[in-house]
């Protein structure tokens, strides 16, 4: 009998640390998906020094373009972002996100739809690549392409009222 004490004892025991490590996954996964959701609420706010707050200082910005039967890659860094104002009314939607943490480092894979002066522009996926830094998780890198229906899904929702 002492046996099998010891045994449910242990098994106990790594169920319990099993249990601990899921939820640790799930509170970083919460906080990378935090920094995502805040860049879109930058991004509609149209506040482009909130933005890079929450980039690495060597971050870049790639937009991926397909036009005319052409591909198109446009770039920023960091410090770009940061000077550009926004001059048009933003309002960006995630939805369905996908995060992958492996330590250090994450990543967001999220579709979105974009208006423009409350009217349909386009939507795309964006991809947050980030990495935690002791301040938290920031931003190293966002791509984005820009896609039109079938191409891309609009928001679930429909439009904004």
């Given at each position: ?66 036009q005319d ?28 996100p996908t ?53 891309c899904k ?8």
């Open positions: 009998m002492p046996h099998l004490r010891r045994t449910c004892i242990a098994l106990v025991a790594t169920l319990l640390g099993l249990a601990a490590c899921t939820a640790a996954f799930a509170q970083e996964e919460a906080d990378v998906l935090a920094v995502a959701d805040a860049a879109l609420e930058r991004i509609t706010e149209e506040d482009s020094v909130g933005l890079t707050d929450l980039m690495i200082e060597q971050a870049m910005i790639y937009v991926g373009t397909y039967g052409e591909y198109g890659v446009r770039t920023s860094t960091y410090a770009e972002n940061r000077a550009r104002g926004f001059e048009v009314d933003l309002l960006e939607r995630g939805f369905d995060v992958m943490v492996s330590g250090a480092i994450a990543i967001v894979w999220y579709p979105y739809d974009i208006y423009v002066d409350s009217e349909w522009s386009h939507c795309g996926v964006d991809v947050f690549n980030m990495i935690k830094t002791n301040e938290g998780w920031r931003i190293a890198s966002l791509m984005y392409n820009v896609q039109q229906p079938p191409d609009p928001h679930p929702d429909g439009a904004p009222q």
